[in-house]
C-alpha cells in the first residue's frame, strides 16, 4: 500500500513536471540569464520587445517569412519544449526540411543546450498565464 502512495506520488509530480516541459521559465535566475542571451542573440531578427519583425506571416521579395514575434501574437507558443529546442539548435529550415528556406540559423555551436533552455524560458516567462496553461498543455500532449 505504501508503494502505491508513493508511485502515486511520483507519478502526479512527473505529470507536473511533464506539463511544464522543460523550459526554467519559473527560475528568475535562469529567465535573467536567458533575457540577456536573448538581447544578444535573438533580439536583432525578433525585436527587443518579442514583437518580430512587419509583416512576418508574408514572404519577403527573397521568398523569407521575417522573424515571427515570440510573445503572445506570435506562434512560439504554439509549438512544444522540444520543437522549439530543435529549432533554436539546428535552424528552421533543418527543421522543417523539405526544401523550406528560412534565415533563423541553428544555435548549437554558439549556445549550450542550457542557453538555449534559458532564453527559451525567458521568451515563455513573458507570456500571460493563459497562453503559458495552453503551452503546458502543448507539452504533455507532445509527451514531455
Request: charged share 20%; proline share 6%; with cysteine.
Amino acid at each position: 500500500m505504501v508503494a502505491l502512495r508513493v508511485g502515486l506520488a511520483l507519478g502526479t509530480m512527473a505529470g507536473a513536471a511533464q506539463a511544464e516541459g522543460v523550459l526554467p521559465y519559473r527560475d528568475a535566475d535562469a529567465v535573467a540569464r536567458g533575457e540577456r542571451l536573448y538581447e544578444a542573440t535573438c533580439a536583432t531578427c525578433h525585436g527587443r520587445d518579442l514583437q518580430g519583425e512587419p509583416d512576418w506571416q508574408s514572404r519577403d521579395a527573397e521568398g523569407y517569412l521575417p522573424a515571427p514575434p515570440h510573445d503572445q501574437t506570435g506562434h512560439t507558443w504554439h509549438h512544444p519544449d522540444a520543437v522549439l529546442l530543435d529549432i533554436v539548435r539546428r535552424g528552421t529550415a533543418a527543421v522543417v526540411g523539405q526544401g523550406y528556406q528560412s534565415r533563423m540559423p541553428g544555435y548549437a555551436g554558439a549556445l549550450t543546450e542550457a542557453e538555449m533552455r534559458e532564453v527559451l524560458a525567458y521568451i515563455k516567462s513573458t507570456w500571460p498565464d493563459r497562453v503559458i496553461a495552453i503551452h503546458d498543455r502543448i507539452n504533455v500532449e507532445a509527451g514531455g
